[in-house]
């Protein structure tokens, strides 16, 4: 794997590279890095791109984070690596880069991959066990700077316990807070379902199976992007890039 360095409205922000062939840039989900796209990836073949989103992992960030300030640090990662065409896929979290990219920078985007998404839009909003949640991401994240980073340690799930705090004890504490603070906000990544119909690209959705990434936010994705089908992973995606 190659390390990257890149700039993005004057923020260094950090990614990994691996494999050849077709670009496919994958983005992480809340609370985490790089490194969690890649373990549910898996074998995915060609070029795999991952970043550490803005205020997540090395890529220090403790200002206001905003959809299309994400979306234009996928824009300048792909141009620091020469890619004009690229599968653009994300989870969780990162589903909501991923689309806020298909809508503002349509160019880069050849095909897309929604895993698990958790935004349906600002007609929907956060549902109830979503906003609690963000809540609770929030109220740890806000301590962070003050009390140190081990405030999250109550937000793991037990079986992720002991490998999930040594990831959270790199993590920087007033990016923490920034990123909690955003998840929390209940912004969205588009207003409407319709503004979906603006997508072109083959879409792949694979719907969540927690209360935290409903069936409902996946149905929104499959009844309005012209070109989405439902998948079960990753893996069988399929996605062309045209």
């Known amino acids: 794997m190659t390390e990257i360095w890149f700039q993005s409205a004057g923020t260094p922000l950090f990614a990994v590279e691996s494999g050849e062939g077709r670009p496919i840039i994958l983005l ?33 960030f403790a200002g206001e984070l905003s959809w299309d300030l994400l979306a234009d640090d996928v824009a300048a990662l792909a141009r620091h ?30 095909a897309l991959a929604l895993v698990h998404p958790a935004y349906g839009g600002a007609e929907m909003g956060l549902l109830p066990a979503q906003q609690a949640a963000m809540d609770a991401m929030d109220a740890a994240g806000r301590r962070a700077p003050t009390d140190g980073i081990s405030v999250l340690f109550p937000l793991l799930p037990p079986a992720l316990a002991e490998r999930g705090r040594a990831l959270f004890a790199t993590y920087d504490p007033a990016s923490v807070a920034a990123s909690t603070r955003f998840m929390a906000s209940g912004a969205q990544p588009f207003a409407r379902g319709a503004d979906l119909a603006a997508i072109a690209v083959p879409t792949l959705v694979v719907p969540g199976v927690d209360p935290q990434h409903p069936r409902e936010v996946a149905d929104v994705y499959l009844r309005h992007v012209p070109r989405a089908r439902e998948g079960a992973s990753l893996l069988e995606a399929e996605l062309e890039a045209e």
């Open 28 to 60: 992480h989900g809340g609370l985490a890095t790089h490194a969690a796209a890649r373990h549910y990836a898996g074998p995915v073949p060609g070029r795999l791109i991952t970043p550490d989103l803005r205020a997540s992992g090395k890529s220090h």
């Open 81 to 110: 690596l020469g890619i004009t065409r690229a599968v653009v896929g994300g989870f969780s979290f990162g589903s909501g880069v991923a689309v806020r990219v298909a809508l503002r920078h349509p160019q880069l985007v050849a």
